[in-house]
């Protein structure tokens, strides 16, 4: 039998037990050997910023009581304006980086954790040798240099650890934040600016009785990924948000490892949306809920000055079905079976339960609004936001043969076109010219005739954003109709929630960089097992 994950280290993973205090037992593995770690700064690259980012341990006030242990990231501008950086007090979050379009940036990572990790800049059109790759891990003590120049249009970023197999746990630990691009195009729409534009990262955690954070990858957190008992708005609980009656800005990140979240107001009012992933749409565009799956970006507007002072509402996730169509399959029981819970075998059911934790696809707020203050500024929302150049399929390279990246989860493995991740393991079919156009699809399930198990996975591929062509469901997933209004596939993505049953085809650019660009699922217990492979373009 092929066992395509490295089943010793899995082990030793999951021996080490579920404190983060553990984290410290894992093996210091070294990825670097034979691979150029960029340790020192150019002298031929000017940079208009620099910045540093040191990785420690610390605690940190996130809930009453004692303090939570954390893997923080601290940030300090070096060179140029202190506002390009912004730390985040009483709470794991990593600072929020604020760079403009043009700039050139020198970034000093240095990782004083326990443990092998580098940084990976997600969203962010960068060389292949700075964008975090897992080969370019460092350990406890070495410093990474990054130096790139920020070629992305305005957009919300975010920056995440990317260390081979403990992904998860270091982004859950903390090592995740913000990266926010500004450009001439979106300041002269003059949108909602200052503390009216606020980033909102969601996530969840568990906390123990000791208020110290929990993760848990036993084999159903695994495969369904990891779940929380506590919905955390930048990085804090029970999040309100104070705001005046005017308009605002709210960037929504999917900073979650697993969780998806079906957002909506709790008042009726629809959701306008006006950016994704990518940055800004066309044109604003009025859903009566959001699907957000890790990683995934959403910026919206919400004007409060139709709510009276002193109105409350909240963000709410709503219900959806969330399938484990054919858990019981073949494909899943064939490794050693009876591994999923007995609440696993329905079939499929509202509510995918995990101990305490809030139920994947259950009814919960998530941010709470109060409208407090009085404002006379009215700010209309523009009809037209931007223009987008529709990526075209006669241009690609394979106009005719979409390369199909086939999802699929068995074994205890979960894989894409049948294969694990292993580093430097290129086949013939992840080799893309550079400077090409490709079209591609993700197929949950869509194209074949057996049912295994499936489950949602949100894809996402490094470098250059991509356009969304079409999406597929085949009619046996009637679960789809929960979730179906709430995609916004217009603009630039460089994640997509791909459902069970669904085929999602899009255009993706592969220009400028030749080099190593992973493509993975971003529910990051399923990356961490094996759910990713590199592309070389070249
Ligand atoms: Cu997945």
């Given at each position: 039998?092929?066992?395509?994950?490295?089943?010793?280290?899995?082990?030793?993973?999951?021996?080490?037990?579920?404190?983060?205090?553990?984290?410290?037992?894992?093996?210091?593995?070294?990825?670097?050997?034979?691979?150029?770690?960029?340790?020192?700064?150019?002298?031929?690259?000017?940079?208009?910023?620099?910045?540093?980012?040191?990785?420690?341990?610390?605690?940190?006030?996130?809930?009453?009581?004692?303090?939570?242990?954390?893997?923080?990231?601290?940030?300090?501008?070096?060179?140029?304006?202190?506002?390009?950086?912004?730390?985040?007090?009483?709470?794991?979050?990593?600072?929020?980086?604020?760079?403009?379009?043009?700039?050139?940036?020198?970034?000093?990572?240095?990782?004083?954790?326990?443990?092998?990790?580098?940084?990976?800049?997600?969203?962010?059109?960068?060389?292949?040798?700075?964008?975090?790759?897992?080969?370019?891990?460092?350990?406890?003590?070495?410093?990474?240099?990054?130096?790139?120049?920020?070629?992305?249009?305005?957009?919300?970023?975010?920056?995440?650890?990317?260390?081979?197999?403990?992904?998860?746990?270091?982004?859950?630990?903390?090592?995740?934040?913000?990266?926010?691009?500004?450009?001439?195009?979106?300041?002269?729409?003059?949108?909602?600016?200052?503390?009216?534009?606020?980033?909102?990262?969601?996530?969840?955690?568990?906390?123990?009785?000791?208020?110290?954070?929990?993760?848990?990858?036993?084999?159903?957190?695994?495969?369904?990924?990891?779940?929380?008992?506590?919905?955390?708005?930048?990085?804090?609980?029970?999040?309100?948000?104070?705001?005046?009656?005017?308009?605002?800005?709210?960037?929504?990140?999917?900073?979650?490892?697993?969780?998806?979240?079906?957002?909506?107001?709790?008042?009726?009012?629809?959701?306008?949306?006006?950016?994704?992933?990518?940055?800004?749409?066309?044109?604003?565009?009025?859903?009566?809920?959001?699907?957000?799956?890790?990683?995934?970006?959403?910026?919206?507007?919400?004007?409060?000055?139709?709510?009276?002072?002193?109105?409350?509402?909240?963000?709410?996730?709503?219900?959806f079905n969330v399938s484990t169509h054919g858990m019981m399959g073949r494909g899943m029981m064939g490794g050693g079976g009876g591994m999923m819970g007995r609440g696993m075998m329905g079939g499929r059911r509202r509510g995918m339960m995990s101990g305490n934790s809030i139920p994947l696809g259950g009814d919960y707020p998530v941010l709470k609004v109060k409208v407090n203050k009085k404002s006379s500024v009215r700010?209309?929302?523009?009809?037209?936001?931007?223009?987008?150049?529709?990526?075209?399929?006669?241009?690609?390279?394979?106009?005719?043969?979409?390369?199909?990246?086939?999802?699929?989860?068995?074994?205890?493995?979960?894989?894409?076109?049948?294969?694990?991740?292993?580093?430097?393991?290129?086949?013939?079919?992840?080799?893309?010219?550079?400077?090409?156009?490709?079209?591609?699809?993700?197929?949950?399930g869509y194209s074949r005739r057996h049912g295994m198990m499936s489950m949602p996975h949100p894809m996402h591929l490094h470098g250059e954003q991509f356009q969304i062509v079409k999406r597929e469901i085949s009619s046996s997933h009637s679960d789809y109709e929960t979730v179906s209004s709430g995609f916004v596939d217009q603009g630039w993505h460089d994640t997509t929630l791909v459902m069970p049953g669904e085929k999602?085809?899009?255009?993706?650019?592969?220009?400028?960089?030749?080099?190593?660009?992973?493509?993975?699922?971003?529910?990051?217990?399923?990356?961490?097992?094996?759910?990713?492979?590199?592309?070389?373009?070249?």
């Amino acid at each position: 039998m092929n066992y395509p994950i490295d089943l010793k280290r899995r082990k030793l993973l999951t021996y080490a037990g579920a404190s983060l205090a553990s984290a410290a037992a894992f093996p210091h593995l070294s990825f670097a050997k034979n691979i150029k770690v960029k340790r020192t700064a150019s002298a031929d690259f000017h940079a208009d910023i620099e910045i540093e980012l040191k990785q420690q341990v610390t605690h940190v006030q996130i809930l009453k009581g004692k303090k939570t242990r954390v893997w923080k990231v601290f940030g300090k501008v070096l060179k140029g304006p202190n506002e390009s950086v912004v730390n985040m007090t009483d709470t794991y979050l990593a600072p929020t980086i604020h760079l403009h379009k043009e700039q050139k940036v020198r970034i000093y990572l240095r990782n004083n954790l326990p443990a092998t990790s580098i940084l990976h800049w997600h969203g962010l059109h960068v060389p292949a040798d700075m964008d975090g790759n897992p080969m370019y891990a460092i350990n406890s003590g070495e410093t990474f240099v990054y130096e790139f120049e920020i070629l992305n249009r305005a957009g919300t970023y975010w920056y995440h650890s990317h260390a081979h197999g403990v992904t998860a746990k270091q982004v859950y630990s903390g090592l995740a934040g913000f990266f926010i691009v500004s450009d001439k195009e979106e300041q002269a729409l003059k949108l909602p600016d200052g503390k009216y534009d606020i980033p909102l990262v969601i996530q969840d955690r568990s906390f123990d009785h000791d208020n110290q954070l929990h993760y848990s990858n036993h084999m159903m957190q695994r495969m369904q990924g990891f779940l929380g008992n506590h919905i955390m708005v930048n990085g804090q609980p029970d999040s309100v948000l104070p705001v005046e009656t005017r308009a605002y800005r709210l960037r929504l990140l999917n900073g979650s490892n697993s969780r998806i979240y079906k957002l909506a107001w709790d008042n009726g009012m629809p959701m306008t949306v006006i950016g994704t992933d990518g940055g800004l749409l066309e044109q604003p565009e009025q859903l009566p809920y959001i699907m957000l799956g890790p990683a995934e970006r959403r910026e919206i507007w919400v004007d409060f000055s139709r709510q009276g002072l002193g109105t409350n509402l909240s963000l709410r996730s709503t219900t959806f079905n969330v399938s484990t169509h054919g858990m019981m399959g073949r494909g899943m029981m064939g490794g050693g079976g009876g591994m999923m819970g007995r609440g696993m075998m329905g079939g499929r059911r509202r509510g995918m339960m995990s101990g305490n934790s809030i139920p994947l696809g259950g009814d919960y707020p998530v941010l709470k609004v109060k409208v407090n203050k009085k404002s006379s500024v009215r700010h209309k929302l523009p009809n037209r936001l931007t223009t987008i150049k529709p990526l075209l399929i006669k241009n690609a390279d394979n106009p005719a043969k979409p390369r199909n990246i086939e999802l699929s989860m068995r074994h205890m493995s979960a894989l894409l076109n049948g294969r694990s991740y292993k580093m430097n393991d290129v086949r013939e079919d992840e080799i893309i010219p550079v400077n090409s156009l490709q079209l591609m699809a993700f197929d949950n399930g869509y194209s074949r005739r057996h049912g295994m198990m499936s489950m949602p996975h949100p894809m996402h591929l490094h470098g250059e954003q991509f356009q969304i062509v079409k999406r597929e469901i085949s009619s046996s997933h009637s679960d789809y109709e929960t979730v179906s209004s709430g995609f916004v596939d217009q603009g630039w993505h460089d994640t997509t929630l791909v459902m069970p049953g669904e085929k999602v085809t899009f255009l993706k650019p592969f220009n400028d960089f030749k080099g190593m660009f992973m493509y993975h699922c971003h529910n990051l217990e399923h990356e961490d097992m094996g759910m990713m492979r590199d592309f070389l373009i070249k």
